[in-house]
């Protein structure tokens, strides 16, 4: 017993020394578990034989995470998806297939043994990239749902792979099996499905998924409805472990990949209202085993073999991912993915996979792959994971900023048209703005500085031009001469104050409304210039607020009465607090003074939160009321 505690303390010391110090290097969690494994293996050589062992255990950490991602699909989010899940997830597999196996055949070796090869290297991790997406905030990037789309088919595509791999079985090793010389290497395991006839094997494997969608579907509720009525917090989560487990041995035991088995039970229960208690539940236990995983990977690293035929692996590391990314640019091109989202796919996709030991470890068991050529392709799978996260390094670094600075080489859009409005930013906040003032005739320019989101409005009919709206020659091809208002709707906190100051120095007459992040950058805009400030999320706060008050039993015109009180104490004191904020110098700003007069003015909003004003209107409500006749004409003038 004392051996365990002493290798599980070994394994989070490292965890714990090396993972901070990489997130803090900007490496990333995923390289600091790899060098962690590298250190108290190959290096310090502290552990041992026992990674394989732990390796499969922590293997479990890629099934809880499928599992998680399918707890954020729908069905019907699946079924958008078929294009891109088919085409460009079915072309990178089949396309990388045949091009890795012509290779491995080129290299001396028979032909089966090279389709099992280019098999195995098709496929990608899914542990790395997800994660490492989450970590990066570019899951949400187009890059970033095209590479989802490509690993969920490649984690669909595991299960023919399984089927088709013993097919592949070379005779002279089937013979040595046979034989016993070999017999070691295999593993038994239980399985259900063994020896039956191909038609029984169906639809065993028919019934198994069958069954998990269907129990998935009618059982889940009443079991967590269960569950919950106890109101013990561990039996919640043994519950979620149950289902996790119990599919996966369930996939194991009919020869399926237990990864795939919990994704499609995810997918079953996304529209469950436990949803996120499951989710809550799992995370730590997926984030602590996918640790692991990584830390064996590094740890499993041979460093004899891999002195032995150093060349050989680096040469075939290099040549997997370079025609791996080959493929995903080809791919990304024809899908039109663009500018830095098409560096991100294929860059992110380049190497192979966790689902790679996995195939070789089956191969080994069937005959199909020689042992000394496995133990080569199994380093070349650990190394081309190890070089991973060094790719989104050098995609954070160089080709982002270059993509941010420059824009790729596309050159700024001519503007042809000016505008009574012009819309500096194209994103949720800009198009919003744009539909209301369009829809009301009145005449807008909006530039964006991302060209794929220029793009994708020019699609759904929304007219946006390519261009740097902080440049003042495009601003003045826009007509900002002439024009009534800026809205200034971009991103970028710095570059939304210059713009602010440009145009309130130059074209002072004009109007300018901008959004703000905070109330920091409120004070920052408004010192820059800008007439009109909107704080980003401060009118859905009242908004939710306000629905808050009526759920509860609040009368909707009362609400609307408060709320009103609310913004107009808050308006009154905010000349107040910036005042106050101006004064100070650079760090000083939010002083003992200011958040003084902050707390003071909380104190106003609650005592004008408690008057009561049912039985008379504020004059200043007036605004409630229609306009007088002519108004629009007044206003066209």
Same mark, same amino acid.
Request: hydrophobic content about 50%; overall charge negative; proline content about 3%.
């Given at each position: 017993?004392?051996?365990?505690?002493?290798?599980?303390?070994?394994?989070?010391?490292?965890?714990?020394?090396?993972?901070?110090?990489?997130?803090?290097?900007?490496?990333? $969690?995923?390289?600091?578990?790899?060098? /962690?494994?590298?250190?108290?293996?190959?290096?310090?050589?502290?552990?041992?034989?026992?990674?394989?062992?732990?390796?499969?255990?922590?293997?479990?950490?890629?099934?809880?995470?499928?599992?998680?991602?399918?707890?954020?699909?729908?069905?019907?989010?699946?079924?958008?998806?078929?294009?891109?899940?088919?085409?460009?997830?079915?072309?990178?597999?089949?396309?990388?297939?045949?091009l890795i196996s012509l290779?491995?055949?080129?290299?001396?070796?028979?032909?089966?043994?090279?389709?099992?090869? !280019?098999?195995?290297?098709?496929?990608?991790?899914?542990?790395?990239?997800?994660?490492?997406?989450?970590?990066?905030?570019? =899951?949400?990037?187009?890059? !970033?749902?095209?590479?989802?789309?490509?690993?969920?088919?490649?984690?669909?595509?595991?299960?023919?792979?399984?089927?088709?791999?013993?097919?592949?079985?070379?005779?002279?090793?089937?013979?040595?099996?046979?034989?016993?010389?070999?017999?070691?290497?295999?593993?038994?395991?239980?399985?259900?499905?063994?020896?039956?006839?191909?038609?029984?094997?169906?639809?065993?494997?028919?019934?198994?998924?069958?069954?998990?969608?269907?129990? !998935?579907?009618?059982?889940?509720?009443?079991?967590?409805?269960?569950?919950?009525?106890?109101?013990?917090?561990?039996?919640?989560?043994?519950?979620?472990?149950?289902?996790?487990?119990?599919?996966?041995?369930?996939?194991?035991?009919?020869?399926?990949?237990?990864?795939?088995?919990?994704?499609?039970?995810?997918?079953?229960?996304?529209?469950?209202?436990?949803?996120?208690?499951?989710?809550?539940?799992?995370?730590?236990?997926?984030?602590?085993?996918?640790?692991?995983?990584?830390?064996?990977?590094?740890?499993?690293?041979?460093?004899?073999?891999?002195?032995?035929?150093?060349?050989?692996?680096?040469?075939?590391?290099?040549?997997?991912?370079?025609?791996?990314?080959?493929?995903?640019?080809?791919?990304?091109?024809?899908?039109?993915?663009?500018?830095?989202?098409?560096?991100?796919?294929?860059?992110?996709?380049?190497?192979?996979?966790?689902?790679?030991?996995?195939?070789?470890?089956?191969?080994?068991?069937?005959?199909?792959?020689?042992?000394?050529?496995?133990?080569?392709?199994?380093?070349?799978?650990?190394? $081309?994971?190890?070089?991973?996260?060094?790719?989104?390094?050098?995609?954070?670094?160089?080709?982002?900023?270059?993509?941010?600075?420059?824009?790729?080489?596309?050159?700024?859009?001519?503007?042809?048209?000016?505008?009574?409005?012009?819309? /500096?930013?194209?994103?949720?906040?800009?198009?919003?703005?744009?539909?209301?003032?369009?829809?009301?005739?009145?005449?807008?320019?909006?530039?964006?500085?991302?060209?794929?989101?220029?793009?994708?409005?020019?699609?759904?009919?929304?007219?946006?031009?390519?261009?740097?709206?902080?440049?003042?020659?495009?601003?003045?091809?826009?007509?900002?001469?002439?024009?009534?208002?800026?809205?200034?709707?971009?991103?970028?906190?710095? =570059?939304?104050?210059?713009?602010?100051?440009?145009?309130?120095?130059?074209?002072?007459?004009?109007?300018?409304?901008?959004?703000?992040?905070?109330?920091?950058?409120?004070?920052?805009?408004?010192?820059?210039?800008?007439?009109?400030?909107?704080?980003?999320?401060?009118?859905?706060?009242?908004?939710?607020?306000?629905?808050?008050?009526?759920?509860?039993?609040?009368?909707?015109?009362?609400?609307?009465?408060?709320?009103?009180?609310?913004?107009?104490?808050?308006?009154?004191?905010?000349?107040?607090?910036?005042e106050r904020w101006s004064?100070?110098?650079?760090?000083?700003q939010y002083d003992h003074?200011?958040?003084?007069?902050?707390?003071?003015?909380?104190? /106003?909003?609650?005592?004008?939160?408690?008057?009561?004003?049912?039985?008379?209107?504020?004059?200043?409500?007036?605004?409630?009321?229609?306009?007088?006749?002519?108004?629009?004409?007044?206003?066209?003038?």
């Amino acid at each position: 017993m004392t051996i365990y505690f002493i290798q599980a303390f070994v394994y989070l010391l490292a965890a714990v020394i090396t993972v901070p110090l990489a997130k803090k290097l900007g490496l990333g $969690s995923v390289l600091g578990y790899l060098i /962690a494994g590298v250190i108290i293996g190959p290096v310090t050589g502290i552990v041992g034989q026992e990674t394989v062992t732990i390796q499969h255990f922590a293997e479990f950490g890629v099934v809880m995470m499928l599992f998680l991602v399918g707890l954020e699909l729908h069905p019907q989010m699946l079924w958008k998806m078929r294009n891109r899940l088919i085409g460009l997830g079915g072309l990178q597999v089949l396309l990388s297939t045949i091009l890795i196996s012509l290779v491995t055949y080129l290299l001396g070796q028979a032909f089966t043994v090279a389709i099992a090869v !280019g098999l195995i290297f098709s496929l990608s991790s899914t542990a790395i990239v997800l994660q490492t997406f989450n970590e990066k905030g570019l =899951s949400k990037t187009d890059g !970033g749902k095209n590479a989802f789309s490509v690993l969920l088919m490649q984690d669909i595509a595991v299960i023919p792979m399984l089927a088709f791999i013993p097919m592949l079985a070379l005779p002279e090793l089937v013979a040595l099996a046979e034989q016993g010389k070999v017999a070691a290497q295999h593993h038994e395991e239980l399985s259900l499905v063994a020896g039956l006839p191909t038609w029984a094997y169906a639809l065993a494997i028919l019934a198994s998924i069958s069954s998990v969608v269907v129990l !998935g579907h009618f059982l889940s509720r009443p079991l967590f409805h269960y569950v919950a009525q106890s109101g013990l917090r561990e039996i919640f989560v043994a519950t979620a472990l149950l289902i996790v487990i119990g599919i996966a041995a369930l996939m194991s035991l009919v020869g399926l990949s237990p990864a795939l088995g919990t994704f499609m039970a995810g997918v079953v229960l996304a529209n469950s209202e436990f949803r996120h208690e499951l989710e809550s539940n799992i995370e730590p236990f997926k984030g602590l085993l996918l640790g692991l995983f990584f830390i064996t990977v590094g740890a499993g690293i041979d460093f004899n073999v891999l002195t032995s035929h150093f060349a050989v692996v680096v040469g075939l590391t290099v040549a997997v991912m370079v025609i791996k990314g080959g493929v995903l640019w080809g791919l990304a091109s024809l899908f039109k993915i663009r500018n830095s989202d098409r560096w991100l796919f294929a860059l992110s996709l380049a190497q192979a996979g966790e689902f790679g030991f996995v195939l070789l470890s089956f191969s080994i068991q069937n005959s199909v792959i020689p042992d000394h050529v496995a133990q080569i392709l199994q380093l070349v799978v650990a190394l $081309s994971m190890f070089l991973t996260p060094s790719l989104f390094i050098l995609f954070e670094k160089v080709i982002m900023p270059r993509y941010q600075t420059t824009n790729s080489s596309q050159p700024f859009d001519v503007i042809d048209e000016k505008g009574k409005v012009i819309i /500096a930013g194209g994103g949720r906040f800009g198009q919003v703005v744009n539909r209301l003032l369009v829809a009301n005739d009145i005449k807008t320019v909006v530039m964006d500085l991302d060209a794929s989101q220029v793009e994708n409005l020019r699609t759904i009919k929304i007219k946006t031009f390519f261009g740097d709206a902080t440049r003042p020659e495009l601003l003045h091809t826009a007509g900002i001469d002439n024009a009534s208002a800026l809205v200034v709707a971009i991103d970028d906190r710095e =570059s939304a104050k210059s713009l602010v100051h440009y145009a309130k120095q130059s074209f002072p007459n004009i109007k300018i409304i901008t959004r703000a992040y905070d109330r920091g950058h409120n004070y920052e805009l408004r010192q820059a210039g800008a007439d009109i400030i909107v704080n980003e999320t401060y009118h859905s706060a009242l908004e939710v607020g306000a629905q808050a008050m009526t759920s509860l039993g609040y009368h909707p015109f009362l609400v609307e009465q408060k709320k009103f009180a609310f913004i107009k104490t808050e308006v009154q004191a905010s000349q107040h607090l910036y005042e106050r904020w101006s004064l100070r110098s650079e760090g000083e700003q939010y002083d003992h003074d200011y958040r003084k007069l902050f707390m003071q003015i909380e104190e /106003a909003i609650k005592e004008a939160m408690q008057s009561d004003r049912l039985d008379k209107h504020s004059h200043d409500e007036r605004g409630w009321t229609p306009p007088p006749k002519g108004y629009e004409n007044d206003f066209d003038s």
